[in-house]
Every structure is written in structure tokens, then in C-alpha cells.
């Protein structure tokens, strides 16, 4: 795989996306070129095994697909909605197949030092993670680890830890809010 | 912002990361729908949570990016298949239909009320043929098909949702009983922010049957389908089930 190219303006990234949905090979070649690394990543990290996550990628191409005529690029960028496709569809599989049992995935602080691939925008990635998971508290990060990466409710949380459902919803915002301040410099 | 909306907002970080039960999920995203400023807040939130995933890439197979792009090809190519024989099908049904709603009403002379109740009947037998044309054809999504009705009014009808493939959607709609003024009827789709998509004009015949369909780019917002006079009051209402 070539290493992705730069950040797409919205009205190039809805040409993409109206590219794909008619099933332009090359437009799902340069989707994939783009996202398949985040998208096979991300389901390592859940799901646990390569193979799971070889068919969480193709589920998640085959759903932007589907769902492609829904995408809006005036609403949001086309990232959030790929990344948003792949984590609903592996907190899914998750559900479906493990319940709550904790699979073999590393926790937030262990995944800044992922490697595996030494692209620039990989490691500007993750620098900028590592600088927004150093401005949020421990309590926040584990909250991220739970909800985001073992697809815990925020009542299961708070049963766990032993802390009021409120609190646990405040701090998950308080969480995200940090990390959105990087999303710009994440992707350009 | 209404109460729902500060009840909406307290589950958004949930939602935006995954993390909100099915039952409280589906009612925050119907509420997304037709909120604007509850749905910018969610994008801002989906925005954070996507750093996180963005920021673990990691090297895939170097068979996968072909399988990806066979997978969607392949499907696309089927789906552009199954639209172009649905399309088919749907024209030949509409010929169909129309031709029998026709001949059960030549010659025959009926009291109001009972034209109004048999063209009910036609209006609903259609609309089951067309349903089962249309899931016999089979498609990505469902097909979502509610009852048109007024307070007050034996008219009838039906009105159908078809979430294709590709940005193929489609909407039918089958009026039953409404007057026949020389004036001819509208139908919209209505969204939940009250935007209203036209289907098309509908002139019922005599005993009031009439359809209309359409294909539409996207349809999955779509909750309600009315009929409008020609005075722009509405005569008929259908609400989609799980719209």
C-alpha cells in the first residue's frame, strides 16, 4: 500500500465518496489507500486478531459503500464517518460475539506507542495523541479505554468503578472535547 | 433547544463513542434527524472520538486492498443489475395495476361511499403487489409501507418506502376514495424537519384510485407521506413505522 496522500477539501471528498458508491474501483482504491490502515488498526485493536480485523475492514468499505449516499461532506469530515462506520461495526462484533468479555487489546496509553509503520502522518498522529492523552486525567483516559475501545455502556462504567452514572458521562465529554481540539492538526 | 434536546445532550459522549445502550441509541439518533444544533454538537463530539481510531493505523494485508475493492465493485455492479430489473418490474406492475383498477370500475354504477370503500380495496391490493414485487427483487434495505388515512374520511390508500442500493431510492404512492374535483392531488415525502420532497400529482379517476411513483437519490430521513389538495390542505397522511 502507498503511504496516503494529503487531506481532501469537502467537495473533493464527496466527489469521492460519489465516485465509489457507483463502484469506481479506483475511487474505492484510493478510499482504502486513504483509511484501510486506520480502519484495519483501529479493528487489531478491538477485536484482537488479524483476521478479525480483515473482516471488519471489508465490512466497513462494503457499509461506506451501502451508506454512501447518506454521506454529507457540509456535516462533517469524511474521516469521522468512515472511523465512525468502523467503531460502530466493531463495538457490534464485540457485543455480538464476546459480550463483556475484555479481548487481547491495548490500552490507550499503549496504543501512542503502537508502531508497525513509520509514515510521517502516522507518527505526526500519534504525537498529537500522545499530547491530548497527556491533558486529560487518568480517570478520563481509562473511561476512553472502557466506552471506546471495549464498547462498555457508561451504567456498566459506573457499576465497575463504583462512580455515579453523571460522572462518568461528564468526564467522557470532557475526554472528547480535548481530543477534538487535535482532530485539525490530525489531519491537516 | 427543548427538553428532549437537554436530555439528548447528556447522552451525546455515549452515543458519539459507542457506548449508549440500542434502546437509548435509536431515540437519540431519531432525535439527530431533525435536530440541527443537537447534531452539530454530536458531530463535534464523533470528531474527538474519530482521533482516537485515526491515530492507530496499522499495516493491513497486502491481499486486502484487492478483496475491498472486488467486494464493493462486485456489489455495486449486482445492485446496478437489480435496479435496472426492478425498474422494470415496477413499470410493468403500475401498467398492470392501473389497467385492472380500470376495468373492475368500467361500466358499473356505485353509490359514493361504496366506489370510495372499493377503491380502498384496489388501492391496498396494489400496494401488496408492489411490496411483493419489490421484496421478491430483493434489495439492501427495507421496504417501510404505511397506511394512507384522514380523520373523518373513507378515502384510503397506501404509501411505500424502498431503501435501494447506490442512492436508488424510491417511493410509491397509491390513492384510494379521494374526490375526483379536475383538480389534481399532490403527494410530498416530509422529513422530520418538515422539508418536503414532491413524489408527484396524482389525478384520481372516477372512483379515486391513482398512483405515483418515483426514484429518489436518498429517502432514509423520509417519515411521513401526505397529499395535498389543490388548495394546499392536506387529505391524507402516511406515517412510516420506524421512521
Redesign the interface.
Known amino acids: 500500500?502507498t503511504d496516503p496522500p494529503g487531506p481532501l477539501t469537502p467537495e473533493a471528498e464527496q466527489e469521492l465518496m460519489r465516485r465509489?458508491?457507483?463502484?469506481d474501483?479506483d475511487a474505492?482504491?484510493e478510499l482504502?489507500?486513504r483509511f484501510?490502515?486506520?480502519?484495519?488498526?483501529?479493528g487489531?485493536?478491538m477485536l484482537g486478531s488479524?483476521g478479525a480485523?480483515?473482516e471488519l475492514?471489508?465490512d466497513v468499505?462494503?457499509a461506506a459503500?451501502?451508506k454512501?449516499?447518506?454521506y454529507d461532506a457540509a456535516?462533517?469530515?469524511l474521516?469521522?464517518w468512515l472511523?465512525?462506520i468502523?467503531?460502530?461495526l466493531a463495538?457490534d462484533r464485540l457485543r455480538r460475539e464476546s459480550g463483556r468479555t475484555p479481548t487481547a487489546v491495548d490500552g490507550?496509553d499503549e496504543?501512542?506507542e503502537?508502531g508497525?509503520?513509520d509514515d510521517e502522518e502516522?507518527v505526526l498522529?500519534?504525537e498529537?495523541?500522545r499530547r491530548?492523552l497527556g491533558d486529560i486525567s487518568a480517570a478520563e483516559r481509562r473511561l476512553?479505554h472502557l466506552?471506546?475501545?471495549r464498547?462498555?455502556?457508561?451504567?456498566e462504567?459506573a457499576e465497575a468503578d463504583r462512580i455515579p452514572v453523571g460522572t462518568v458521562?461528564t468526564r467522557?465529554?470532557s475526554?472528547?472535547?480535548?481530543?477534538?481540539r487535535?482532530?485539525g492538526k490530525?489531519?491537516g | 433547544m427543548t427538553v428532549d434536546c437537554a436530555a439528548v445532550r447528556?447522552?451525546?459522549?455515549?452515543y458519539?463513542?459507542?457506548?449508549?445502550?440500542a434502546p437509548r441509541r435509536r431515540v437519540v439518533s431519531e432525535h439527530l434527524r431533525g435536530c440541527a444544533g443537537c447534531?452539530k454538537e454530536a458531530?463535534?463530539?464523533?470528531?474527538?472520538?474519530?482521533?482516537?481510531?485515526?491515530?492507530?493505523?496499522?499495516?493491513?494485508?497486502?491481499g486486502?486492498?484487492q478483496?475491498?475493492?472486488d467486494?464493493?465493485?462486485g456489489?455495486?455492479?449486482r445492485?446496478?443489475r437489480r435496479t435496472a430489473r426492478a425498474a422494470l418490474l415496477i413499470a410493468a406492475v403500475v401498467g398492470v395495476a392501473a389497467v385492472g383498477i380500470v376495468g373492475a370500475m368500467a361500466g358499473r354504477v356505485r353509490q359514493a361511499e361504496d366506489a370510495a370503500a372499493t377503491a380502498r380495496e384496489h388501492a391496498e391490493l396494489a400496494a401488496e403487489r408492489f411490496e411483493s414485487v419489490l421484496e421478491g427483487v430483493g434489495g439492501?434495505g427495507p421496504v417501510l409501507s404505511a397506511p394512507l388515512a384522514a380523520p373523518g374520511s373513507e378515502a384510503g390508500g397506501r404509501a411505500i418506502l424502498y431503501d435501494g442500493?447506490?442512492?436508488r431510492?424510491f417511493a410509491l404512492v397509491v390513492i384510494g376514495g379521494l374526490p375526483s374535483s379536475g383538480e389534481p392531488y399532490e403527494a410530498f415525502l416530509v422529513s422530520p424537519a418538515g422539508r418536503r420532497l414532491e413524489v408527484g400529482r396524482l389525478r384520481p379517476s372516477g372512483a379515486g384510485e391513482h398512483s405515483r411513483y418515483r426514484f429518489f437519490?436518498?429517502l432514509?430521513g423520509a417519515r411521513d407521506l401526505v397529499v395535498v389538495d389543490a388548495e394546499g390542505r392536506t387529505v391524507q397522511r402516511a406515517t412510516f413505522p420506524g421512521a
Open positions: 500500500m465509489m458508491i457507483s463502484g474501483e474505492v482504491r482504502y489507500g484501510g490502515r486506520p480502519v484495519f488498526g483501529l487489531l485493536r488479524s480485523a480483515e475492514t471489508q468499505f462494503l459503500w451501502r454512501g449516499g447518506r456535516r462533517g469530515r474521516s469521522t472511523m465512525t468502523a467503531h460502530n463495538v490507550l496504543l501512542v503502537a508497525g509503520i502516522a498522529a500519534r498529537d495523541l491530548a476512553l466506552a471506546y475501545l464498547g462498555w455502556t457508561a451504567r462504567i458521562k467522557l465529554r475526554a472528547l472535547i480535548k481530543l477534538r487535535i482532530h490530525a489531519e | 447528556e447522552e451525546l459522549a455515549e458519539s463513542v459507542g457506548a449508549l445502550a447534531r458531530g463535534e463530539l464523533a470528531e474527538g472520538a474519530a482521533v482516537l481510531a485515526l491515530a492507530s493505523p496499522a499495516e493491513p494485508p497486502g486486502l486492498e478483496r475491498v475493492v467486494a464493493v465493485a456489489r455495486a455492479a445492485s446496478r439492501a442500493d447506490e442512492g431510492d437519490a436518498e432514509s
